[in-house]
């Protein structure tokens, strides 16, 4: 059975950081893409960034203030959230996906409020 969980959310002021974190179990997590997909209020979903092995891609809404990474002996994505502004408030979801497989985790908040 696969799981796949986020972790890390909250409320922070403008100019903050926050850390994601989202763990994934029950697949071959290494040769898994990983991304990190947010949904705010009344907007569709909208990839932020994503990890394959150690290629790289972001939104440009989001490069030069978050980065992605993972750690495959943990089976573990990160996703580091510098200068938040309020426009990055929303739930962010973690997705695992190879080939036609596709996993989706149950979002975490972030909420960027003064």
């Known amino acids: 059975q696969v799981h796949v969980v986020e972790s890390g959310g909250g409320l922070v002021q403008p100019g903050g950081s926050l850390r994601l974190s989202c763990s994934a179990s029950?697949?071959?997590?290494?040769?898994?893409?990983m991304g990190w997909y947010r949904q705010a209020p009344g907007k569709q979903r909208e990839l932020v960034a994503n990890?394959?092995?150690?290629?790289?891609n972001y939104a440009d809404s989001v490069t030069g203030r978050f980065t992605i990474s993972r750690d495959n002996a943990k089976n573990t994505m990160y996703l580091q959230m510098n200068r938040l502004q309020f426009e990055d408030t929303a739930v962010y979801y973690c997705?695992?996906?190879?080939?036609?497989?596709?996993?989706w985790g149950q979002g975490t908040q972030v909420t960027v409020s003064s």
């Open positions: 997705n695992a996906r190879r080939y036609t497989d596709g996993y």
């Open positions: 029950g697949i071959p997590f290494s040769i898994y893409s």
């Open positions: 990890i394959y092995r150690n290629i790289t």
